[in-house]
Protein backbone atom coordinates (compact mmCIF):
# COMPACT_ATOMS: atom_id res chain seq x y z
CA UNK A 1 0.00 0.00 0.00
CA UNK A 2 1.39 3.70 -1.11
CA UNK A 3 2.04 6.67 1.23
CA UNK A 4 -0.91 8.18 -0.57
CA UNK A 5 -3.39 5.36 -0.32
CA UNK A 6 -2.51 4.80 3.67
CA UNK A 7 -3.36 8.56 4.26
CA UNK A 8 -6.34 8.62 1.83
CA UNK A 9 -7.83 6.01 3.69
CA UNK A 10 -7.38 7.34 6.93
CA UNK A 11 -8.84 10.56 6.18
CA UNK A 12 -11.93 9.38 4.37
CA UNK A 13 -12.38 7.40 7.95
CA UNK A 14 -11.61 10.72 9.75
CA UNK A 15 -14.20 12.02 7.76
CA UNK A 16 -16.87 9.70 8.07
CA UNK A 17 -16.44 9.46 12.04
CA UNK A 18 -16.79 13.42 11.60
CA UNK A 19 -19.72 13.48 9.70
CA UNK A 20 -20.98 10.62 12.20
CA UNK A 21 -20.10 13.44 15.48
CA UNK A 22 -21.80 16.64 13.51
CA UNK A 23 -18.11 17.70 13.00
CA UNK A 24 -17.51 19.47 9.77
CA UNK A 25 -15.17 18.27 7.01
CA UNK A 26 -13.59 21.50 7.20
CA UNK A 27 -12.09 21.24 10.87
CA UNK A 28 -10.99 17.86 9.95
CA UNK A 29 -9.35 18.63 7.58
CA UNK A 30 -7.33 21.77 9.42
CA UNK A 31 -6.78 19.60 12.16
CA UNK A 32 -4.86 17.00 9.98
CA UNK A 33 -3.12 19.49 8.88
CA UNK A 34 -2.30 20.76 11.95
CA UNK A 35 -0.61 17.54 12.80
CA UNK A 36 0.64 16.94 9.75
CA UNK A 37 2.69 20.44 10.10
CA UNK A 38 4.09 19.04 13.91
CA UNK A 39 5.13 15.89 12.16
CA UNK A 40 7.12 17.20 9.28
CA UNK A 41 8.50 19.54 12.03
CA UNK A 42 9.64 16.50 14.19
CA UNK A 43 12.10 15.52 11.01
CA UNK A 44 12.45 18.65 8.90
CA UNK A 45 13.84 22.22 9.63
CA UNK A 46 11.40 24.64 9.48
CA UNK A 47 12.34 26.43 6.01
CA UNK A 48 11.80 23.32 4.64
CA UNK A 49 8.22 22.72 6.10
CA UNK A 50 7.90 26.32 4.71
CA UNK A 51 8.32 25.84 0.99
CA UNK A 52 6.55 22.65 1.42
CA UNK A 53 3.43 24.60 2.20
CA UNK A 54 4.18 27.12 -0.16
CA UNK A 55 4.38 24.50 -2.96
CA UNK A 56 1.53 22.98 -2.14
CA UNK A 57 -0.34 26.20 -2.25
CA UNK A 58 1.23 27.38 -5.41
CA UNK A 59 0.34 24.30 -6.98
CA UNK A 60 -3.66 23.31 -5.67
CA UNK A 61 -5.68 24.65 -8.35
CA UNK A 62 -7.05 21.61 -10.07
CA UNK A 63 -7.89 23.32 -13.23
CA UNK A 64 -4.33 24.81 -13.80
CA UNK A 65 -2.50 23.14 -16.17
CA UNK A 66 1.38 23.39 -15.75
CA UNK A 67 4.10 23.34 -18.17
CA UNK A 68 6.84 20.93 -18.74
CA UNK A 69 9.85 20.47 -20.51
CA UNK A 70 10.67 17.28 -22.26
CA UNK A 71 14.29 16.06 -21.87
Given at each position: ?51 E ?19
Amino acid sequence: MSATAIARYHLEKALAQAEANGVGADSVARAMLSEVITTFLKYRAVADVRAELSSAAENCDPDTDYPFMRP
